[in-house]
C-alpha cells in the first residue's frame, strides 16, 4: 500500500465517513426509534427533510400523507422526529396544559431571540401572562370602535377600486387590515398599512419575503446566528445590497424597536392635559409596567422587541389568512354568499349598507357563524412541521410507548386531513365550506373544526 496516500486530510475524511456510517447504522437498528415504520433513508438522516425542504422547495410536508397512507398513524420521518396523524393524539400532544413541551430550537431564530414563543413552557408561561389580559373578551370588546373605523375604511377603499375596475389582491388587503388592528391596539400609533398603493406595504411585504428563508434557520441555525451577529457590526444600507433577505429582517426589528420605544416614552411623558381618547390599553401595558408583587418579569428592549416581532407575525398573517380563504369560498358559492348577505342585510341599520351591524349582533347570527367557524377550520396555521418534545417518562400515542425527549409534531394540515382519512369516500372532494353544518358544541365536531384557533402554534 502506497503510504503516500495516508494524508492527514484523507485520514481526517476517512474519520468521517466512518463515523457518519457507524451513526447511521445505529439509528436504523440501536436508536430507541428504530421500531417504528419509516422510510429507512429518512430515519437514518435529517438530509432528506432537508432536500425537500430546501432545494425541493420546501414541500416536505406534502410528502408526509403519502408515507401515512403507507406506515400508517405513526411514522419515522427523521431520525429524532415521528410524525402523527390521528385525532385523539393531536389533542392530547396540542392541548391546553399539556406536557408535550415545544421543541426550543425549532422556534429559534437567530435574528429575533428574547421572545417567549422561542423558551421552554415553565419560563414562557411569566412572559406570556404579561400579555394575557390584553386578549380577554372585556378587552377586545373595547376595541369595537377601532376595528369598526378600519374595516369601513377597508370597505370603503374597496368601494373606490370596484368604481375604477381595478383588480384588488386581497390576500395583501386583508394583512394590511389586520396589521393596522393589531398595530394601533398593540402601540396606539397608527401603522398605515392600508394607505399603501394597492396594498404593498412594506412591512407586510417584508413577512412574505422573510418566510421564504425562513426554513434555512431551522437547517443551519447556528452558522447563521454566527452571521447575523456579525451582520450587525455593518450599516444597514450595506447589508441591503449584500444580503437582501437579512436586510428585511433588521428592518422589521428596526420598526418593532421604534415603536417600543415610542410608546414607552409616551408612558413616561404623557401629555398635559391628555390629547388621547383612545378607550383602550396597549398590549404592552403590563409589559411596561410589571408588578413586582406579582412577580411579573421585567423586558429589556431587545426582549420587548421580539414580542413585537412576534405579535406583528401571529396577528397579522393568521387572521388575514382566514379570512381571505372564507372570502374565496364564498364567491365560488353563489348560494351561500346570498343566504350570508341576506342575513347581514336584514341587520343593517335603516338598510345602510354602510352601517356595520354592532359585535353583540354579529355574534348572534348563526349562519354567519357557521361560516366563521368553516372558514376557521380551512385556515389552518403555519403549514409544517411543529414539534413537541415528549415529557419526562414518556408517553402512550396511539398505542405506541414513545421514549422521553423524541420529537412528536401533528401539522394542521394533518388535523383537516383526518376527516377525509375517516370518510373514505370523500377522499376525491377538496376542502370546502359546508353550508348545511349547524354549529355544534360536541367534542368530536370541536375537534373536527381543528382551525388555527387550535393549532399548536406556542
Given at each position: 500500500?502506497?503510504?503516500?496516500?495516508?494524508?492527514?486530510?484523507?485520514?481526517?475524511?476517512?474519520?468521517?465517513?466512518?463515523?457518519?456510517?457507524?451513526?447511521?447504522?445505529?439509528?436504523?437498528?440501536?436508536?430507541?426509534?428504530?421500531?417504528?415504520?419509516?422510510?429507512?433513508?429518512?430515519?437514518?438522516?435529517?438530509?432528506?427533510?432537508?432536500?425537500?425542504?430546501?432545494?425541493?422547495?420546501?414541500?416536505?410536508?406534502?410528502?408526509?400523507?403519502?408515507?401515512?397512507?403507507?406506515?400508517?398513524?405513526?411514522?419515522?420521518?427523521?431520525?429524532?422526529?415521528?410524525?402523527?396523524?390521528?385525532?385523539?393524539?393531536?389533542?392530547?400532544?396540542?392541548?391546553?396544559?399539556?406536557?408535550?413541551?415545544?421543541?426550543?430550537?425549532?422556534?429559534?431564530?437567530?435574528?429575533?431571540?428574547?421572545?417567549?414563543?422561542?423558551?421552554?413552557?415553565?419560563?414562557?408561561?411569566?412572559?406570556?401572562?404579561?400579555?394575557?389580559?390584553?386578549?380577554?373578551?372585556?378587552?377586545?370588546?373595547?376595541?369595537?370602535?377601532?376595528?369598526?373605523?378600519?374595516?369601513?375604511?377597508?370597505?370603503?377603499?374597496?368601494?373606490?377600486?370596484?368604481?375604477?375596475?381595478?383588480?384588488?389582491?386581497?390576500?395583501?388587503?386583508?394583512?394590511?387590515?389586520?396589521?393596522?388592528?393589531?398595530?394601533?391596539?398593540?402601540?396606539?400609533?397608527?401603522?398605515?398599512?392600508?394607505?399603501?398603493?394597492?396594498?404593498?406595504?412594506?412591512?407586510?411585504?417584508?413577512?412574505?419575503?422573510?418566510?421564504?428563508?425562513?426554513?434555512?434557520?431551522?437547517?443551519?441555525?447556528?452558522?447563521?446566528?454566527?452571521?447575523?451577529?456579525?451582520?450587525?457590526?455593518?450599516?444597514?444600507?450595506?447589508?441591503?445590497?449584500?444580503?437582501?433577505?437579512?436586510?428585511?429582517?433588521?428592518?422589521?426589528?428596526?420598526?418593532?424597536?421604534?415603536?417600543?420605544?415610542?410608546?414607552?416614552?409616551?408612558?413616561?411623558?404623557?401629555?398635559?392635559?391628555?390629547?388621547?381618547?383612545?378607550?383602550?390599553?396597549?398590549?404592552?401595558?403590563?409589559?411596561?409596567?410589571?408588578?413586582?408583587?406579582?412577580?411579573?418579569?421585567?423586558?429589556?428592549?431587545?426582549?420587548?422587541?421580539?414580542?413585537?416581532?412576534?405579535?406583528?407575525?401571529?396577528?397579522?398573517?393568521?387572521?388575514?389568512?382566514?379570512?381571505?380563504?372564507?372570502?374565496?369560498?364564498?364567491?365560488?358559492?353563489?348560494?351561500?354568499?346570498?343566504?350570508?348577505?341576506?342575513?347581514?342585510?336584514?341587520?343593517?341599520?335603516?338598510?345602510?349598507?354602510?352601517?356595520?351591524?354592532?359585535?353583540?349582533?354579529?355574534?348572534?347570527?348563526?349562519y354567519l357563524k357557521s361560516v366563521i367557524k368553516e372558514s376557521l377550520r380551512l385556515?389552518?396555521?403555519?403549514?409544517?412541521?411543529?414539534?413537541?418534545?415528549?415529557?419526562?417518562?414518556?408517553?402512550?400515542?396511539?398505542?405506541?410507548?414513545?421514549?422521553?425527549?423524541?420529537?412528536?409534531?401533528?401539522p394542521p394540515p394533518s388535523s383537516h386531513s383526518l376527516l377525509i382519512v375517516s370518510?373514505?369516500?370523500?377522499?376525491?372532494?377538496?376542502?370546502?365550506?359546508?353550508?348545511?353544518?349547524?354549529?355544534?358544541?360536541?367534542?368530536?365536531?370541536?375537534?373536527?373544526?381543528?382551525?388555527?384557533?387550535?393549532?399548536?402554534?406556542?
Open positions: 500500500m502506497d503510504s503516500r496516500g495516508l494524508t492527514p486530510w484523507n485520514i481526517t475524511i476517512a474519520i468521517l465517513l466512518l463515523y457518519q456510517a457507524l451513526r447511521m447504522l445505529y439509528r436504523l437498528t440501536l436508536h430507541p426509534l428504530a421500531k417504528f415504520p419509516g422510510p429507512k433513508l429518512a430515519a437514518s438522516t435529517n438530509m432528506v427533510m432537508a432536500y425537500h425542504d430546501l432545494w425541493v422547495g420546501g414541500n416536505f410536508v406534502k410528502t408526509v400523507p403519502t408515507l401515512h397512507d403507507k406506515y400508517g398513524p405513526i411514522v419515522r420521518i427523521a431520525p429524532n422526529l415521528l410524525h402523527v396523524r390521528d385525532i385523539d393524539a393531536y389533542d392530547e400532544i396540542n392541548r391546553i396544559g399539556s406536557k408535550f413541551d415545544r421543541e426550543v430550537i425549532f422556534y429559534s431564530s437567530p435574528f429575533f431571540t428574547g421572545s417567549y414563543t422561542s423558551m421552554p413552557q415553565p419560563q414562557a408561561k411569566p412572559r406570556k401572562d404579561l400579555f394575557v389580559s390584553a386578549f380577554s373578551r372585556g378587552s377586545i370588546s373595547k376595541l369595537e370602535p377601532l376595528i369598526r373605523a378600519s374595516i369601513a375604511k377597508f370597505i370603503g377603499l374597496l368601494r373606490t377600486a370596484a368604481k375604477e375596475h381595478r383588480l384588488v389582491d386581497l390576500s395583501l388587503g386583508f394583512r394590511c387590515l389586520t396589521a393596522d388592528i393589531a398595530m394601533e391596539y398593540s402601540f396606539q400609533e397608527p401603522l398605515g398599512a392600508m394607505d399603501a398603493l394597492e396594498f404593498k406595504f412594506k412591512l407586510i411585504t417584508a413577512l412574505d419575503e422573510y418566510a421564504s428563508g425562513g426554513l434555512y434557520e431551522k437547517y443551519f441555525l447556528s452558522a447563521l446566528t454566527l452571521f447575523a451577529k456579525m451582520l450587525e457590526l455593518l450599516p444597514p444600507n450595506i447589508v441591503e445590497k449584500l444580503v437582501p433577505p437579512i436586510s428585511i429582517i433588521q428592518y422589521m426589528r428596526r420598526e418593532c424597536r421604534q415603536r417600543i420605544l415610542s410608546l414607552k416614552s409616551r408612558f413616561q411623558n404623557p401629555p398635559s392635559p391628555p390629547t388621547s381618547k383612545l378607550t383602550y390599553p396597549s398590549v404592552f401595558d403590563t409589559a411596561l409596567h410589571p408588578s413586582a408583587e406579582k412577580g411579573q418579569p421585567v423586558l429589556t428592549e431587545d426582549e420587548l422587541t421580539a414580542e413585537a416581532m412576534a405579535l406583528l407575525v401571529g396577528a397579522t398573517d393568521t387572521t388575514a389568512n382566514t379570512l381571505a380563504v372564507g372570502t374565496w369560498h364564498l364567491l365560488n358559492d353563489a348560494r351561500m354568499r346570498g343566504k350570508l348577505e341576506a342575513e347581514l342585510k336584514a341587520e343593517m341599520r335603516h338598510g345602510d349598507e354602510a352601517a356595520l351591524p354592532e359585535q353583540a349582533v354579529l355574534e348572534s347570527l348563526p385556515s389552518h396555521g403555519a403549514p409544517g412541521r411543529i414539534p413537541r418534545v415528549t415529557p419526562e417518562g414518556g408517553a402512550i400515542v396511539c398505542g405506541h410507548a414513545i421514549p422521553a425527549g423524541v420529537r412528536c409534531s401533528i370518510r373514505p369516500s370523500s377522499a376525491t372532494a377538496p376542502p370546502s365550506i359546508t353550508s348545511t353544518r349547524p354549529p355544534s358544541p360536541t367534542r368530536t365536531s370541536s375537534a373536527q373544526n381543528a382551525g388555527w384557533a387550535r393549532t399548536p402554534r406556542s
